[in-house]
């Protein structure tokens, strides 16, 4: 049995690969600690708990489907960008089958404040980072924007919709492209 892990990085990555394996289910203390070689004591120099490690691994899968081409997108529109947000989406949810459903319900139905807190500030991230590419698209029509209808619930209704559309296992996200299309286009 190897006497230490390498890095946070490395558990995270075998966490990473654990679910893309064998499914958010299967993402346990023990499973960790023989994938790295390590007594399941070790976890804990890295991680104060399990619901520690699940959040940290939700975190850095999310990380990962959304975020590695994201850079891209800031230099686009904000079509552009949530197509880019939905192919991301889309295929990190073929890696990590039902990682989405799994994860929601797992953190919906758990009274871990924590976990819930941490869905919320990265879904609150994504949400940030298309408002401003909003903000940055200069062919948005800004006056089609009001109180009623603001930019913020806007991304977020957009967000919502492409994560149902995932949910559902749509192939595609032309209908919504084609709603943001002729709704804040001029």
């Not at 006497?3 to 958010?24: D, F, H, M, N, P």
């Not at 804990?44 to 520690?52: E, G, M, V």
């Not at 999310?62 to 947000?85: C, K, N």
């Not at 459903?101 to 953190?107: A, E, K, Q």
Request: charged share 30%; proline share 1%.
């Amino acid at each position: 049995m190897n006497k230490q892990v390498t890095s946070k990085q490395e558990i995270l990555e075998a966490c990473r690969a654990i679910v893309a394996e064998l499914g958010v289910h299967a993402l346990n203390m023990r499973n960790v600690a023989k994938r790295c070689d390590v007594a399941v004591g070790s976890l804990y120099n890295y991680f104060s708990s399990k619901d520690d490690l699940m959040t940290q691994v939700v975190e850095s899968i999310w990380e990962e489907i959304v975020f590695r081409d994201f850079d891209r997108s800031e230099q686009s529109d904000f079509l552009r960008s949530v197509g880019d947000l939905f192919r991301n989406i889309s295929t990190g949810s073929q890696r990590y089958p039902l990682f989405l459903m799994m994860h929601s319900m797992n953190i919906a139905s758990s009274d871990k404040m924590r976990a819930r807190q941490a869905m919320k500030r990265f879904f609150s991230l994504i949400e940030q980072r298309l408002l401003e590419v909003l903000d940055r698209d200069s062919r948005v029509d800004r006056e089609i924007f009001t109180a009623e209808f603001s930019k913020e619930e806007y991304v977020r209704f957009i967000f919502s919709s492409i994560l149902t559309a995932i949910v559902d296992r749509s192939e595609s996200c032309l209908f919504l492209l084609e709603l943001i299309r002729r709704t804040i286009y001029k």
